[in-house]
């Protein structure tokens, strides 16, 4: 069997443990002109000095963290919510058709889907505060108010991408021996607690798995997204990480300092991904490894 | 299956309400997920001075196919076309059976895998560290792989996710097949594609998907590898056309790039014809989710 | 299942091969060595090409190619300057990388299917191997936005071409310093030629001393119009004639404009949705610059006042400047919605008729020329700036470039460069410059050296044109970009191009004229590179500058006390103090070049 892990071994040693020697980068002043082995002055930890002392760091941290919570806990309880009404309909045709088209939004790149937004939510002539005026209800600048920024990003990102959790999750559920229902319904259990104690439980592997997964996104609040509809008038509680260091012009001029702030992020992802594997062997009882 | 639906509808009304609800959630999730779509349509089959001033929304005006035609004869977008199909099976072939022969060790036992803890974490944790672009650019062009297809393919040959996805799968295979299966003398490779495989179908469909739409999607490594213009994946080249400008940057000669830029009904187009492949291959690979699989039983 | 897979699969290979091959390019032929002699008497070969048109304008091409040999070396020779375009009789390999814009790639497809040109091998590598025995090839070729990105990754693998463009200052720097290009300086004064020495100092030595190094020169500048970047002010004409509006001179006038334009429902749809002016806002200051300019204010650049310089975002002018926007966002003049609008949404608001004021560059003549197709009664007109504080509006001048030719150490002949930037020049010079610049508005982005002309160059085209009309449409006096200039402005979109250039008081070419006889533009003061201070602070400056612009705007905060907040911020947390200390240093110590580009 071991025999059988050599080529992903060697692939994945090639390719990705052979650049982490490129870490030392976080490291340098780099230059690129002096080449990727020459001459570079050392700064030890000055890069990350200099990462916490721009103005709004806190601030930045703050947002890309809670932003990116948000996502991770709706974008679990969605999923799981749409599969289970899906794996509820009578109609096969309905369902496949719904399924198909649920993953659509999951095509289209942020750089349209942000345009296409921006025209929805507009205050004036945007069809959602034209349905708010019918309801009698004030016009919201969605995109351009601190108070409903975040929770704009948050909603449209996991409404972009919940078809693809669903799909994994209805894979689940079909796995699931379809004997175990049959024995229930004679017991004379109605289709709610089949569901509460059939379903979930049988998908409890894959939640878990998917929950720590997507830990290791902590810090990707969504760059994308964000980038294509903020604004200065809201990075107050829109401004994440990414989008502040792309301002900064740090991907393309300053390579030191961008990778310590890709090195931050690793870190702090291991450490969440750690607690969440630690919860999930205590309350689910699955280990990863 | 048709005896149990029948029943089920025989029973409560709060039931049927349940249903219909169910379903008229799901309609309007699923209209929701559609309307974008029908805007972009829209968009590409109208006249370019409609669409600027954002008159189009789910029907076209000024109906036309004008960027239909300017497209299937523009040979550079069919070439990227191609090179990311190609790419695309190549790569997702590659994946697949890297992820075949890596989960079924790591599927099993800490007492059968000696080891196994380690093996996990060592790749697992290139999901979270990563050395960056630059050593990654010079890495693949001391290997020579820069400008050749390989260097799509190769770098990413094992989605360390999908792994763990697959892993997680080939776990709910009963053991005593695998048990039954060595007591009659196979060994791991056959019991893998004989007993794992087949009984994995909603799992591997699921996540050939996954690789296949990453690859289609990819651009980045299109772009920082590939030297000439001839060998751009579609996601890359299509960048180019859809990109916003930075103003401050222009000029008054490149009034022929703002006349390009401000086509959107060309960009549209050039969208919907990228994303069209995977929505095509999407029900192909449907059937094997809705199935049920049955596990249950040993096979002699 | 595996069957259906491979079904699928073995499918969509089909299609996508079959669609790849189809559409095959033309192939390149071989040419039979030919040498001739040239008309001027002199000894002179010209090359064998190694690619030769194929297709439909063959012929044509080859044609235009040998004028174009014949007629440089006729040309160099009149003017004495012959030694500078000398060839090599061994052939000489050089490399090259470039980067295309989708218009680019457009237009280089579509003169592909004429002649089977490429962006690779076209009529510069073709004219570049007849006149001079040079083969050019390219390393590689990249989007125009990621041509740095990829050059700086070349350059930390170690691997650059022999004579290529840097387009970023910073970078030019890098190289020069690691002594991985050549010092220019003495290769300039002997080879360059007058036409591109005059160009370089049309913007008194800016350009140049962008790529300097104690005096010494490391890069080519590629330049292009400089006039480009001043904007102008243009008002939906046939709306000022209905409600018989007078065109404002100062701001205060502006103000009662939009006022107007706003209560009285100009195009008389009977709603109440028409703004003053065009916002838009991931963009505060590159498309108002002549809102700024009339208060006396560049927000975005450094310049002399006083005998010192200064930066513009924060002189108290821009201050005024900014209540002066304020005030109008307050009025409800400007579409609060413009924070998150970019310049397609903005547009949207002009092709609807919701908007008549705005201030763009001289190249919005085309929106507008979109918007007449629409509605046929909307005209345009441009006017001089209105002014802020009484005086004649002043804009300000910075070098417009493409970027800055340098040579690889490790090349043995820098004067390539040169003799490539005489090449290029000369097709802008021949009677053929339309085609050989202008076919298709791109074919001056494939030299790989680009285009360098007149920091005024678009102003002496309009002047060009105007002397075309003045002399009973004479168009023999069209040199240069005029030529395919006034192709335009008779042709279809004969409209919007007469509201650029076209004759008459209402063109922004008209005011640039007046402004530049009058003395109205002035150039930036600072052209040294940035100090790694200022490298790594300047990103956030501009980042802090938008943030606080924006919110002065919106009216969060009120102008005074966020100006003074800004400019706070600016002197302290970002060290601004010290930045226009360096900045002064710079200005006051630089070194005059050691370059003498006159001319004779």
């Not at chain 2, 040959?157 to 060595?182: G, K, S, T, W, Y």
């Not at chain 3, 001043?230 to 001179?249: A, T």
Request: glycine letters at 8%.
């Amino acid at each position: 069997m071991h025999l059988m892990l050599i080529p992903g071994l060697f692939m994945v040693f090639v390719f990705s443990y052979i650049p982490m020697a490129g870490l030392v980068i976080a490291f340098q002043n780099f230059v690129p002109a002096k080449g990727l082995f020459g001459d570079q002055v050392w700064v030890g930890l000055g890069n990350f000095r200099f990462l916490m002392s721009l103005p709004n760091a806190t601030n930045v941290l703050k947002n890309t963290v809670v932003i990116a919570l948000w996502k991770m806990v709706l974008g679990i309880f969605v999923p799981i919510t749409v599969a289970l009404m899906l794996n509820e309909l009578a109609s096969l045709r309905y369902k496949k058709l719904i399924q198909t088209v649920i993953y659509f939004p999951h095509f289209l790149s942020w750089i349209i889907l942000g345009s296409v937004l921006i025209d929805i939510l507009s205050p004036s002539t945007g069809i959602v505060n034209r349905l708010l005026g019918v309801l009698g209800m004030e016009h919201i600048f969605f995109l351009g108010d601190n108070q409903y920024f975040r929770g704009t990003m948050i909603i449209s990102d996991v409404w972009k991408n919940f078809g693809y959790g669903t799909i994994v999750y209805l894979a689940a559920i079909t796995s699931i021996d379809q004997t175990l229902y049959e024995a229930a319904a004679i017991d004379g259990a109605g289709r709610l607690r089949q569901t509460w104690h059939i379903t979930l439980p049988g998908m409890r592997m894959i939640i878990a798995l998917m929950m720590v997964l997507s830990m290791g996104n902590v810090l990707n609040a969504g760059f994308d997204q964000i980038f294509n509809m903020y604004s200065p008038a809201v990075y107050e509680t829109g401004d994440i990480l990414d989008t502040m260091i792309y301002r900064m012009g740090l991907e393309n001029a300053q390579f030191g300092a961008a990778a310590a702030s890709g090195m931050l992020k690793s870190i702090i992802s291991l450490f969440f991904i750690s607690i969440s594997y630690w919860v999930a062997d205590k309350w689910f009882d699955y280990r990863l490894f | 299956m048709k005896e149990r639906k029948k029943e089920k509808i025989k029973t409560s009304p709060a039931r049927k309400i349940f249903c219909v609800c169910n379903g008229i959630l799901l309609a309007v999730l699923m209209t929701s997920c559609i309307l974008p779509f029908i805007h972009v349509l829209a968009v590409s089959f109208s006249d370019k001075v409609y669409v600027q001033a954002g008159l189009v929304v789910f029907l076209p005006k000024g109906f036309n196919v004008r960027s239909y035609q300017y497209l299937i004869n523009k040979i550079a977008f069919w070439r990227a076309f191609r090179i990311t199909v190609v790419r695309t099976v190549l790569g997702t072939a590659i994946n697949l059976s890297l992820i075949l022969l890596t989960a079924y060790p790591l599927s099993k036992s800490k007492e059968k895998l000696i080891g196994r803890s380690v093996y996990t974490w060592f790749f697992f944790i290139t999901m979270l560290v990563s050395g960056g672009l630059i050593p990654s650019f010079v890495l693949v062009g001391q290997l020579g792989l820069r400008n050749t297809i390989w260097s799509l393919v190769l770098p990413g040959a094992l989605p360390v996710f999908n792994l763990v996805l697959m892993i997680n799968f080939f776990r709910q295979v009963p053991i005593e097949m695998e048990e039954a299966a060595m007591i009659d003398g196979a060994g791991h490779f056959k019991i893998l594609t004989k007993i794992y495989v087949p009984l994995s179908k909603a799992a591997i469909a699921t996540i050939s998907l996954f690789c296949m739409v990453n690859h289609w999607n990819a651009w980045f490594d299109g772009m920082i590898y590939m030297k000439s213009a001839t060998k751009l994946p579609l996601q890359t080249y299509l960048r180019n056309i859809i990109l916003k400008m930075d103003m401050s940057q222009m000029t008054g000669d490149d009034y022929g790039l703002l006349q390009m830029l401000s086509n959107e009904s060309i960009r549209s187009t050039q969208i919907i014809v990228a994303v069209i492949p995977v929505l095509c291959i999407y029900p192909f690979l449907q059937k094997y989710f809705v199935k049920g699989i049955v596990l249950g039983g040993v096979k002699g | 299942m595996k069957k259906m897979h491979m079904i699928i699969i073995a499918t969509l290979t089909a299609i996508g091969l079959l669609s790849g091959c189809t559409l095959t390019e033309s192939t390149n032929m071989e040419t039979q060595a030919e040498s001739k002699e040239s008309v001027a008497g002199e000894e002179r070969t010209t090359y064998p090409a190694v690619f030769k048109a194929s297709g439909a304008e063959a012929e044509d091409y080859n044609t235009k190619l040998e004028k174009f040999g014949e007629g440089l070396i006729q040309y160099f020779t009149e003017t004495g300057q012959s030694d500078k375009v000398t060839g090599y009789s061994q052939p000489v390999k050089v490399t090259t990388i470039g980067w295309y814009d989708a218009s680019d790639e457009d237009g280089i497809s579509k003169i592909g299917e004429l002649d089977g040109e490429s962006f690779t091998e076209n009529r510069w590598t073709d004219a570049l191997k007849r006149v001079y025995n040079i083969d050019v090839s390219y390393s590689w070729q990249s989007q125009a936005t990621d041509y740095d990105q990829k050059l700086r990754l070349d350059m930390t693998a170690g691997e650059l071409p022999d004579i290529f463009i840097v387009r970023n200052q910073t970078d030019l720097m890098q190289l020069a310093k690691q002594g991985l290009i050549w010092d220019m300086t003495d290769f300039i004064e002997q080879y360059a030629s007058d036409y591109d020495k005059k160009a370089w100092r049309s913007d008194e030595n800016a350009a140049m001393e962008m790529a300097s190094l104690n005096g010494r020169i490391y890069g080519l500048p590629s330049t292009a119009s400089a006039t480009d970047n001043v904007s102008y002010i243009w008002f939906r004409d046939d709306w000022m004639q209905k409600l018989g509006l007078e065109y404002p001179k100062t701001m205060d006038d502006l103000e009662k404009v939009m006022e107007a334009f706003v209560k009285q429902d100009p195009d008389g749809n009977g709603k109440d949705d028409t703004w003053g002016l065009n916002l838009y806002g991931n963009d505060l200051i590159y498309p108002l610059k002549g809102l700024y300019a009339a208060f006396g204010s560049y927000p975005y650049l450094w310049y002399e006042e006083d005998g010192k310089v200064i930066y513009g975002g924060v002189s108290e002018k821009t201050k005024d400047a900014l209540s002066y926007l304020a005030g109008l966002y307050q009025k409800g003049y400007i579409n609060p919605e413009f924070v998150v609008q970019d310049v397609n949404k903005a547009n949207e608001y002009i092709m609807n008729n919701q908007v008549g004021i705005t201030y763009a560059g001289h190249w919005f003549g085309h929106t507008a020329g979109d918007l007449h197709e629409l509605n046929p009664e909307a005209s345009w007109k441009c006017i001089p700036l209105p002014t802020g504080t009484g005086a004649p509006v002043k804009n300000i001048l910075k070098p417009s470039m493409q970027g800055w030719v340098v040579v690889n150490k490790n090349f043995g002949n820098p004067e390539i460069a040169l003799k490539m930037r005489s090449l290029t020049t000369y097709g802008l010079l021949c009677d053929d410059s339309a085609w050989w610049w202008y076919d298709h508005n791109v074919t001056w982005h494939f030299s790989p050296v680009r285009c360098n002309v007149s920091a005024f160059d678009n102003l002496i085209t309009y002047q060009n044109l105007q002397e075309a009309y003045e002399n009973d449409h004479d168009e023999s006096l069209l040199k240069a970009k005029a030529v395919p200039y006034w192709k335009n402005l008779h042709g279809k979109d004969g409209w919007e191009w007469e509201l650029m250039f076209g004759p008459g008081d209402g063109t922004p070419f008209s005011v640039l004229e007046k402004d530049y006889n009058e003395g109205n533009l002035f150039w930036d003061a600072f052209h040294g590179e940035q100090s790694e201070l200022m490298q790594s602070m300047w990103s956030n400056v501009e980042d802090q500058r938008n943030q606080f612009y924006t919110n002065m705007i919106i009216g969060k905060v009120d102008t005074e006390s966020g100006f003074a907040k800004w400019v706070e911020t600016f002197n302290n947390a970002l060290s601004g103090e010290q930045m226009t200390e360096e900045v002064n240093v710079w200005f006051k110590d630089h070194q005059k070049l050691a370059v003498d580009l006159t001319t004779d």
